[in-house]
DNA sequence: GTCGTGCGTTGACCTGAATCAACCGGGCCG
DNA sequence: CGGCCCGGTTGATTCAGGTCAACGCACGAC
């Protein structure tokens, strides 16, 4: 809820980032599959990687607050990222969790809309966003697919309206599970049982909801034995079937 | 709350409206300079009335429904559309409002991701969507000019969630009547009085509260003198910045 | 080891908004 | 003209989830 101390300055960048990205360069990226690079050309890749500097963060790090001018997009190599709005009195609303592969920025905005705070360590891939912007000119494929992901991402956007504006808290903490399983498949990782990296708090935060009540939700559904909780920052899908009626308002 | 009937069969195309189509080109259109259409040079713009069909509906008639082939996009050139979202059970949650100006379908994904229904009397330019995707690959701009939309798409769909997640009634009613201020001055209307064309269950439905609280609410507001209501329709916005302290949470 | 700290859980109680119910006024139809 | 229907308002009561408070446990510092 408070503000969090930034663990490393994320706007500066050293020459051995630089020589990070040329270091390794995508051919063996993990996430070159699923993310915007999906559909570059080796040679369009090779564009893009000249505008690229690799990054690594700490957690609890912030990449940029709520009304900065936008310096930079960036696509999310390793680790977890949250996305938030605060009201003048603290109250947060978290408007999206980003796993690798997720790309940081499609809005295009001058100035970001939101903070964006690592949960783990991460490793980002970070474009300026002029340079970018001059480079969509001539790669319009490359903006197809930003307008691509631009529309995945107001659908899910809705569907998060949905889950705030008519949801129980049961609904919407089967909701989040069955999300986070699914983008983790997505992206070929395990989705059960399934990790979650972010806290407590973060949950409430994303669902709209108190620290408590998401820890009794937790508890009432694992003592219905619809999921288990091996450890915190682990779910076991027991009952995925009920937790699929459940978040459609079952 | 209830499935709306059709007013008006929206998929059929007549030859008369593609022949108003041809009598009534873009020229002297009032929300040319607003909409998508703004960064289109002449030549282009005859392009696109290539695949326009100009529609009109009655109110309540059903645009199309969440999960149906998404067909056509469409342009908003008069009256005001409600966008939403159903679970099994009936809750309903409003997404968004159109206006003209406002385009339809930015997303541009191969099935509705809401339904769609006129709340007045509309006018649309339509467009197939293949149609128009094929279009974009030779438009460069106008593809350019859809991510543009997506993004400030998605930046009220970020707005529109820290309000579900974290705002009380009357922060919710407040940021909603600037909200509406606020894009009927960008397209040159009448802002104070301000027109709510939509009915208090369409507002509770997408401020995520119920048609009795939006009521109260709108009667402790008036009472506060913060705002005066002349007719049901029509609010008239007498402390504006009580309003805007409401809306931040003040 | 033990102390402190941060995160999560649980319990008791409270409250803002939902629910249930009555009522009001305008428009429409017979 | 009267009756009805529909949208909106208001009142009484309930309840899901929030608030406040205590506690447990893992982990790091020393």
Redesign the pocket.
């Known amino acids: 809820m408070s503000t969090s101390p930034r663990g490393q300055e994320a706007a500066r960048t050293t020459t051995a980032d630089r020589l990070r990205a040329f270091e390794s360069p995508c051919d063996d990226c993990a996430i070159r599959e699923t993310s915007v690079c999906e559909v570059l050309d080796p040679a369009q890749l090779a564009r893009l990687r000249t505008i690229t500097t690799v990054v690594r963060l700490d957690p609890h790090s912030t990449l940029f607050q709520e009304g900065e001018a936008a310096e930079h997009l960036s696509n999310v190599v390793e680790g977890a990222v949250k996305l938030y709005k605060l009201l003048p009195d603290g109250r947060r609303q978290i408007t999206g969790f980003l796993f690798p592969g997720d790309f940081l920025g499609v809005a295009l905005n001058k100035t970001y809309a939101y903070s964006a705070e690592a949960i783990t360590k991460l490793r980002l891939c970070r474009f300026p966003r002029q340079r970018m912007e001059n480079l969509l000119k001539e790669l319009p494929n490359l903006e197809h697919r930003l307008l691509e992901m631009a529309g995945n991402e107001l659908v899910a956007a809705q569907d998060q309206m949905l889950l705030l504006g008519r949801k129980?808290?049961r609904e919407r903490l089967a909701s989040f599970l069955l999300m986070l399983a699914r983008r983790a498949r997505a992206r070929g990782q395990p989705e059960n049982p399934l990790p979650l990296p972010m806290?407590?708090?973060d949950i409430a935060d994303y669902l709209?909801?108190?620290?408590?009540?998401?820890?009794?939700t937790?508890?009432q559904l694992r003592k219905d034995g619809t999921i288990a909780?091996p450890e915190?920052t682990r779910v076991e899908l027991v009952n995925r079937a009920k937790l699929e009626e459940l978040a459609e308002g079952g």
Chains 1, 2 share one sequence.
């Open positions: 129980t808290a806290s407590r708090a709209g909801l108190t620290i408590e009540t998401v820890s009794r937790f508890t909780l915190q």
